[in-house]
């Protein structure tokens, strides 16, 4: 008896041998109507092993040897004597394959379909859902398992582990031992197998994290330069315009000297070019604004090397601070700061007479709304690093502003802005005098943020 081949080999050779594993369960998974040509006159099912009788009808190699062992000698069909003899019917096995059907697994939630033909290699070896197979490296200690789509997860998540599980078995035998006393037992390997697993995943986290970091750069680089290439062009045309102006005004003192009648009718020419010019140069005039204050937005992101904030006038600002005492009057503000391009929107606040009777300066972090707050990811994912820059060389002051999920301060604004977070004693008057951090009336602070991996809710 002929051995069991794939449904491919079976196309391909022209053959007659077919899995009876799986044709049987085929009926009830196709994606159209069996057609009765096809169908077994005996069983109704699909044909399995399609035999041609002598009369021409089709029937199951098993069904016409059950027909023929029950004694009945005679077509069903047509009354017409079977004959001993039957022979395969190839041309409706070709059929046969090229029906469409489901996966059989389709009620276990596998959606792939294709034809017959491709079957058997989907649900012996692709299909997702299939039988639970052993890892292929069972045989030096890994017991993983699982269906197919399982499998690969384990592979590329246990990289390291397997190749560690390799070296000790090259090790064992090439009898390469130790002393006993210095052989790690069988939870310190789990131990020490589990630290490099997470050691490798965070090096992969850290790699995605710095390329991340390095296109958004980019990005900002070439906005940055288109941004100053269309500035350019605008004041080019502001310029032009100025020139024109200056022209038609010099025309306009030409005329006086005509008689009035040509001179109205000039002037009202040129007042008219002149109002025209004054118009565009106006719309020129709103988009240059724009333009400046997109050129603003990217100067203030806080990626990359951050936002240094220059707060001169410092002894004056401190005695309008002392005036208005706990009056928000007396808060200072930088302008609206960006975790990176089209990121968060944020800025920070400081009032100068923070602490226990005004002994301190106290910083604090106000996240603010914006039009793109709807698809960034909240809460705040990021580290707002604040630094008081000592100009004289000695050590900076430094504090980093720790997102804390379950706080409102870090939770996406409901209205223009939500409430300040930060350091209400960042840094006392007498530290700045003594360390010298004022210089000519002024203190610099540097503000720079950085993402922080924590899961969302």
Known sequence: MA?????????????????????????????????????????????????QLSCGHRVCLHCVEDVVNRGNRFCPEDGYEIEKETFPDRSAMKDIMLLSCYC?????????????????????????????????FQQ????????????????????VYHHTLLAAGMAATLNITKQPENLLTEEQIDSKLEELGRTDQELMLKEHEIKKSELSQLKLNTFVNELYGKIEKVLTQKSHYEIVLDQHLEKAQKLKGLDSRTADAKIATLQSTVDRIQSTY?????????????????????????????????????????????????????????????????????????????????????????????????????????????????????????????????????????????????????TLHADNFIIDDAIFIHIQTERVPFESN
């Not at 968060?344 to 972090?365: A, P, Q």
């Open 282 to 430: 106006k719309s020129q005039k709103i988009d240059w604004q724009k333009m400046d204050m997109q050129s603003k937005i990217c100067l203030s992101t806080t990626n990359g090397e951050g936002y240094l904030w220059k707060m001169d006038q410092f002894k004056q600002r401190v005695l309008e601070t002392i005036e208005y005492e706990n009056s928000p009057k007396g808060d200072l503000f930088t302008p609206p700061l960006y975790t990176e391009l089209y990121g968060h929107r944020f800025c920070i606040k400081v009032n100068l007479g923070g602490g226990i009777e005004g002994s301190h300066i106290s910083l604090y972090m106000v996240i603010m709304q914006s039009k793109l707050d709807e698809i960034l990811d909240w809460p705040f994912p990021y580290i707002v690093k604040l630094t008081l820059i000592n100009p004289n060389s000695k050590k900076n002051i430094e504090h980093l502003l720790v997102p804390t999920p379950e706080l409102p301060h870090f939770q996406q604004p409901l209205r223009e802005q939500n409430m300040s977070i930060g350091f209400p004693r960042f840094v006392s008057h007498e």
């Open 3 to 51: 051995t069991a081949v794939t449904f491919k080999e079976l196309s391909a050779k022209n053959t007659d041998v077919l899995n009876y594993e799986l044709l049987p369960k085929i009926n009830n998974f196709l994606l159209e109507t069996l057609p009765e040509s096809l169908k077994c006159f005996s069983c109704q099912n699909i044909l399995q092993r399609p035999q």
């Open 104 to 136: 059989l697994r389709k009620n276990d939630g596998c959606d792939w379909f294709g034809v017959i033909m491709d079957l058997e290699q989907h649900h012996t070896k692709d299909c997702p859902y299939g039988d639970v197979f052993v890892c292929k």
């Open 140 to 159: 030096i200690g890994c017991r993983g398992k699982g269906q197919n789509i399982a499998l690969e997860k384990h592979y590329q998540h246990d990289f």
